[in-house]
Structure formats: structure tokens, C-alpha cells
Antibody
């Protein structure tokens, strides 16, 4: 079955850029019926949606992060990535990548496969 | 932005009891865009319910979802020890695709 694995540095300095990659295994990132998303969780807090990557290289980002976020895909490596610029301590969190399954005829959209998460500390 | 407000913040129950968790949206969206997730400490969220009332693959039938905008409910009919966790509702109807703040289900 499809599995996701986040990777990237666990420590980033303030004002620098956070870069994370999610590797998809057991399936193709280009397969129909799915989008690819990032979610984060500040320690002890709730979940925050960061953004989503659609089929046609389009993206949608959380407006609270939009000016600092970029998501892109490397189909040859079956990976998608997150880049967050000008980080501060408030960006310290566990970052999850997730697959969004889409069933357009029923208007269903849900995150059914998640990575285990990677902790990023800004300090 | 559709804000999802979950209640209660913490629910203390015993195994075997029934749990009812609520999620209220500040803006209308179709129930097809509402999902529920379970999260245990140190783990990723796990999809329970999508489209407000459809159980995800492998989810026991003691979990059920109901409701339509703006009020949604997750019910666990008979709590098992492994059900004590944090539960989040999530909407995919309008960007940003927000989560509720979570309900912590703890053992009484």
C-alpha cells in the first residue's frame, strides 16, 4: 500500500528556509484521484493545514503562510516538497505530509494516508 | 475562512460508555467535505470518517458520523481502551481547509 515518508533537517535557524521532502512509495505520485498536502502541528497544539498540490501543478496555500510557502513536485523521484521561508520560532512543529483522495462525483476529499511526521525546530 | 469549533474540549468517559463529539462550522459547506481524524500521542492522524458519515477502510462500526452544515457529530457507541485519543474534524469545502481545535477523549 502507499506509504509516505518525510525527510529534511530537524533544526533550522531563524530567518532561514525550511525545506522538507515527502517520498511516496507503493504507488505513483502521478496516479489519478489524489492530491498531495502538508499539515503541521505545533507541540501540544492542534493541526494546521499548510497547503495542497493539485494535478495540474496548481497549488493552494493557507493564507496565513501564503507569502512564505512553496510546494512543488518531482515526479521522476515520486516526491513532493515544502519550502517555508523566513522561519521563526513559531514555525517549530511536527510537519506531516498526506495524500488527499478525491472522488469528484461524490465531492469527497479526505486525507487517507499520512507520513509519520518530522519534527522541525527553529532555533 | 470556515472556523470549526469542537466541543467539548475534553470528554472524560469510561470504557463501554458512549461518546458524542461535536463540530460546528462558522460557514456553510457541503457535508461531503467533512472528515474526522483520530490522533494518538506521537502518531500521525488517522482517518475515521469522510463525507460526514462514511467510515474509512478498516474503521470499526462503533464509530459513526452524522450531521450536515453547520453541525456535525462523531459518535463512538461503546468505548474501547484504544479509543482514548484526540479527535479532530476537518473541512475541505473552502480554503483554507481548516481543522477543529480537537476534543481530547480521556479515561474517567
Amino acid at each position: 500500500q502507499v506509504q509516505l515518508q518525510e525527510s529534511g533537517p530537524g533544526l533550522v535557524k531563524p530567518s532561514q528556509t525550511l525545506s522538507l521532502t515527502c517520498t511516496v512509495s507503493g504507488g505513483s505520485i502521478s496516479s489519478g484521484g489524489h492530491y498531495w498536502s502538508w499539515v503541521r502541528q505545533v507541540p501540544g497544539k492542534g493541526l494546521e493545514w499548510i497547503g495542497v498540490f493539485y494535478y495540474s501543478e496548481n497549488t493552494s496555500y493557507n493564507p496565513s503562510l501564503k507569502s512564505r510557502v512553496t510546494m512543488f513536485v518531482d515526479r521522476s523521484r515520486n516526491q513532493f516538497s515544502l519550502r517555508l521561508t523566513s522561519v521563526t520560532a513559531a514555525d517549530t512543529a511536527v510537519y506531516f505530509c498526506a495524500r488527499v483522495t478525491v472522488i469528484p462525483k461524490d465531492y469527497y476529499y479526505y486525507m487517507d494516508v499520512w507520513g509519520k511526521g518530522t519534527t522541525v525546530t527553529v532555533s | 475562512e470556515s472556523v470549526l469549533t469542537q466541543s467539548p474540549g475534553t470528554l472524560s468517559l469510561s470504557p463501554g460508555e458512549r461518546a458524542t463529539l461535536s463540530c460546528r462550522a462558522s460557514e456553510y459547506f457541503s457535508s461531503s467535505y467533512l472528515a474526522w481524524y483520530q490522533q494518538k500521542p506521537g502518531q500521525a492522524p488517522r482517518l475515521l470518517i469522510y463525507g460526514a458519515s462514511n467510515r474509512a477502510t478498516g474503521i470499526p462500526d462503533r464509530f459513526s458520523g452524522s450531521g450536515s452544515g453547520p453541525d456535525f457529530t462523531l459518535t463512538i457507541s461503546r468505548l474501547e481502551p484504544e479509543d482514548f485519543a484526540v479527535y479532530y474534524c476537518h473541512q475541505y469545502g473552502s480554503s483554507p481547509y481548516t481543522f477543529g481545535q480537537g476534543t481530547k477523549l480521556e479515561i474517567k
